[in-house]
């Protein structure tokens, strides 16, 4: 089917922000300030379309993120929240009347109610531990939400005779679900699971509201994922059974409409981060599951059951797609289009016959979009790209290359818009983390590395979905286990290679950045390597070894590496930057939150001391009280101020700003 008029209507607004005549690039700080519009939850009846817009709050120094509402018929749009801490992604009522959402306004996360009309929110929980997820009972009379239940008083008796003190593995706060019901604002919830058996993740109601299925773990640790099974508790006694019991992670539980079956994500028992995982059905007290999707070959995100089949959503190289399959026949349907449309988070009316969802296309800003499910056309209800009118802006296509061994890389090259491919360009590689990241064509607000600054100063970006992405089949995401970094890199610097082929990139201002794994490949890129100028560490692993002890997500290199650091040293040192550090003679930025418990940040005291001692250029800068990612915009901005004094020096030869020091 040819692309609707409306598509066609924003790519002629992408083209026309990018003309010549309004040659202006975005600031830094201008790029943060694009709001972005996410979460779209379609009302039942759909009538309205509620979503998130966050924005960058300097006074507060935080991304805020406010509830928006659209009436699909007129279009018109309105803010429902305006509270300074923002509100969480809204739920609609089953009768389409109230949203629920959360906020910490008075210091902890509560349930608040509010009509989508406009109004005061009502506060529905004064709770001491605080609401995490929630979920509106079918028949509206209750909440469902997973909460710690606050500090235990045996745990606040302890700290006052003792001080504060943790004991590893041993100090768990298990997650349950409370019961609050929605007409009674002095209502007290109610606990409908406890004990230290298990910890609640996600849940959700059954038909008819009489149950609530829910995945757990032996406890809250994110190492301990792959011990997930799928449990069904009544509300009417607490009574509660397990149905599935399977080897590895069974998450995200949903109902199908007849109360009869269970939908549930798998690992199907072989519980490896780079396999795919799977939808399987159960019946509702326990039995075989049936694994429903063994035959499509990349992970599946579930999202609903309705009356025509399960519907899920999936990465397609580097576009992403919402699917349904029929749990009988087990046959899947492509449901979305064009083929290059980029779609997340669909949310449906009850009768299943329309979809809200995130959408954008190559060159474009993402949208909140809805469409009929039958005849899939997508209609954007939001005009988030007016935003980047006044701005001329880089172009985005998909290149490929062969790697070293054959195996064939998807990239996104990003362009000057008035590139001439007679000219000598820098070429800057920015990489994804995961590694099952992916990056695609869409347009963003610049976070950790300012491309759209870089470009204007006159170089391509290459942003290489190497061996490990997701969209591109289990095969593909397998590639780099015990291969971590050495096929990673040739994957990066044969598509290096043949850009240069092309004749437009200036071999002598090559440079690398990445954070996380991207972080990860930089670190290997800078000791393994002379072929870069300069190199951007951002929360990257330089020992294997090192990373393994102090992380807080063990199973990762386990997983990857096929042993521990005790069972196989070698591998460790193999795959390691480190190893490889008296080759080193990059000059290196190090950037590091100092609370990562994910890649912890001994890993970038060791690359710093390490080049130190090799006598090679190199800078650490470490954000203060700041872990994995960093999210807040002041010290945002200055990651990215960071890494454009540092390419600007090496790769430009300019003399440092010293702006953010």
């Keep these: 089917m040819t692309e609707s008029i409306i598509i066609k209507r924003m790519r002629m607004l992408a083209f026309l922000a990018a003309l010549p005549l309004l040659a202006q690039t975005p600031s830094i700080e201008q790029s943060m300030n694009w709001k972005t519009a996410s979460a779209a939850r379609i009302s039942p009846d759909g009538k309205f379309v509620a979503y998130q817009v966050t924005a960058a709050d300097w006074d507060q120094n935080a991304f805020v993120a406010q509830t928006w509402v659209v009436m699909t018929s007129t279009g018109e749009r309105y803010q429902l929240t305006h509270h300074k801490k923002g509100s969480s992604v809204p739920e609609w009522s089953p009768d389409s009347k109230i949203l629920a959402f959360t906020s910490d306004r008075d210091g902890k996360a509560q349930l608040y109610t509010i009509s989508p009309t406009g109004g005061e929110a009502r506060q529905l929980t004064s709770f001491d531990g605080g609401v995490m997820g929630f979920r509106w009972s079918p028949d509206g009379k209750h909440i469902a939400f997973t909460s710690t239940g606050g500090e235990s008083k045996a745990r606040k008796d302890r700290k006052e005779k003792f001080g504060d003190f943790e004991i590893v593995n041993g100090d768990y706060a298990m997650h349950h679900i409370w019961l609050v019901g929605t007409a009674d604002e002095k209502a007290s919830p109610v606990q409908l699971t406890d004990g230290s058996a298990f910890s609640v993740s996600s849940f959700s109601w059954s038909p008819d509201s009489s149950q609530i299925a829910f995945a757990a773990t032996k406890d809250p640790d994110i190492a301990h994922g792959d011990t997930s099974d799928i449990y069904v508790v009544r509300v009417s006694d607490h009574g509660i059974r397990k149905i599935v019991n399977t080897p590895g992670g069974d998450t995200g539980p949903i109902w199908s409409p007849d109360g009869r079956q269970i939908a549930y994500s798998t690992s199907g028992g072989r519980d490896l981060m780079f396999l795919n995982r799977f939808i399987a059905t159960v019946p509702m007290d326990g039995g075989t599951p049936k694994i429903l999707t063994q035959k499509f070959d990349e992970s599946p ?361």
């Excluded at 449309?341 to 949208?367: H, I």
């Design 301 to 661: 995100t579930l999202d609903a059951w309705g009356p025509d089949g399960i519907y899920f959503a999936a990465g397609e190289r580097t576009a992403a797609h919402l699917f349904r399959i029929d749990p009988q026949s087990m046959v899947i349907t492509k449901i979305s289009q064009p083929a290059t449309l980029m779609l997340n988070g669909a949310s449906f009316t009850k009768d299943f016959s329309k979809v809200a969802f995130s959408c954008s296309m190559p060159n474009q800003y993402g949208e909140i979009c809805v469409s009929t499910v039958a005849g899939f056309t997508p209609r954007p209800v939001t005009t988030m790209s007016e935003q980047l009118k006044g701005f001329q802006l880089a172009t985005r296509e998909v290149v490929e290359w062969q790697s070293k061994d054959g195996t064939q890389i998807e990239g996104i090259l990003i362009k000057p818009a008035d590139f001439d491919p007679k000219k000598k360009y820098p070429l800057l590689v920015v990489i994804h983390g995961g590694p099952t990241g992916v990056d695609r064509t869409s347009i963003s607000g610049d976070r950790y590395y300012p491309i759209e600054r870089f470009v204007a100063k006159g170089a391509l970006v290459l942003r290489p979905n190497y061996r490990g992405s997701a969209g591109y089949g289990e095969n593909f995401r397998s590639l780099n286990v015990r291969n971590l970094g050495l096929g990673d890199y040739e994957d990066v610097i044969s598509g290096v290679d043949a850009l240069i082929a092309k004749g437009f990139v200036d071999t002598e201002r090559v440079g690398s950045m990445g954070w996380s794994q991207g972080g990860y490949i930089s670190a290997f890129i800078t000791t393994y390597s002379d072929r870069f100028k300069a190199v951007s560490v951002g929360a990257g692993i330089s020992d294997w070894m090192t990373y393994y002890v102090n992380t807080d997500i063990h199973p990762f290199t386990r997983h990857y590496l096929k042993a521990t650091p005790w069972e196989d040293p070698e591998i460790y040192k193999k795959t390691s930057p480190i190893t490889y550090i008296n080759n080193a003679k990059t000059p290196t930025l190090i950037q590091h939150g100092e609370l990562d418990k994910r890649v912890p940040i001994p890993n970038a005291y060791e690359l710093y001391q390490g080049l130190q001692d090799r006598n090679v250029p190199t800078k650490l800068i470490v954000y203060k009280g700041f872990g994995h990612g960093i999210d807040k915009p002041k010290q945002a901005r200055a990651v990215m101020e960071h890494n454009y004094d540092w390419f600007s020096q090496y790769i430009w030869g300019e003399k440092p700003s010293h702006a953010a020091e």
